[in-house]
């Protein structure tokens, strides 16, 4: 993809500078928040999957020293940049792109050399649009439109690459806790859910959410984390987070 069709954006305060196509899918909070809730530890390996240009994980890798990070993208632009985005800000040597379909066989993964029972942490944005209305930008419309089985496809991936009482981190629309939970009920327990609020009395637009593999436990709500004062300004805990680069810790995580 051509320096004409993409831009180089700064995230966490300037310390990552990621570059993303103009036009489609680009990356936004979501991507930085989800980061921020994977809890992992330095010699650990992460896996994420539908990456884009690898914010997400990058943000990971930029956090914790010594991690060792996959980004899985179906799009082979998008997984280009995100292997150039890890070499342009100093994590090649930890961080690799493949060009793979989350949904594809155990054997496609393996082929790449992401092997199953490999990661001790798997993070997502899945796709969460409903297929009404879909973007008529290819990119876009990969990135945001879901079909029904989408989640459960993703977290059946997740749950095969992950070790046992690995730990998967996700987001996903407010409005869709119940398909979450649900989903998670087939391979995760011990849940945490944190509720993002766009600003003070107002409704949840996000829900990030945590489980562990093959592990029984209750779920756990915690209290949300609001984006923005009444005025529109950024509260603190969000800007540790989406400038600093701090983590967003999830009971149980």
């Known amino acids: 993809m051509s320096n004409s069709e993409t831009s180089e954006d ?11 196509p103009l036009r489609g899918h680009r990356f936004g909070h979501d991507a930085i928040l989800l980061a921020a809730a994977t809890a992992a530890q330095s010699g650990e390996r992460a896996i994420e999957l539908g990456a884009g240009v690898g914010a997400a994980g990058l943000a990971l890798a930029h956090r914790i020293a010594g991690l060792d990070v996959t980004l899985a993208e179906i799009d082979p632009a998008l997984t280009e940049l995100a292997r150039e985005n890890a070499m342009r800000n100093g994590l090649g040597d930890r961080v690799r792109a493949v ?16 092997m199953p029972a490999s990661a001790d942490r798997v993070l997502m944005n899945p796709p969460f649009n409903a297929p009404q209305n879909p973007s008529p930008d290819r990119g876009r419309r990969l990135a945001r439109t879901a079909s029904d089985d989408t989640l459960a496809q993703w977290l059946a991936t997740a749950a095969r690459l992950l070790r046992a009482s690995g730990v998967v981190t996700l987001i996903w629309r407010a409005d869709g806790l119940d398909d979450v939970l649900t989903a998670l009920a087939q391979n995760f327990g011990a849940s945490t859910v944190l509720p993002i609020h766009p600003k003070p009395d107002a409704a949840a637009i996000r829900v990030i959410a945590s489980a562990v593999k093959d592990r029984a436990g209750p779920l756990s709500l915690l209290p949300g984390l609001v984006l923005a004062d009444a005025n529109g300004k950024p509260t603190a805990q969000a800007e540790t987070i989406l400038r600093d680069g701090a983590a967003l810790p999830l009971i149980g995580s």
């Open 99 to 114: 060009c793979l379909d989350v949904a594809v066989p155990e054997g496609a993964f393996a082929a790449a050399g992401v």
């Open 10 to 20: 700064a995230v966490l305060g300037g310390k990552l500078v990621l570059r993303q």
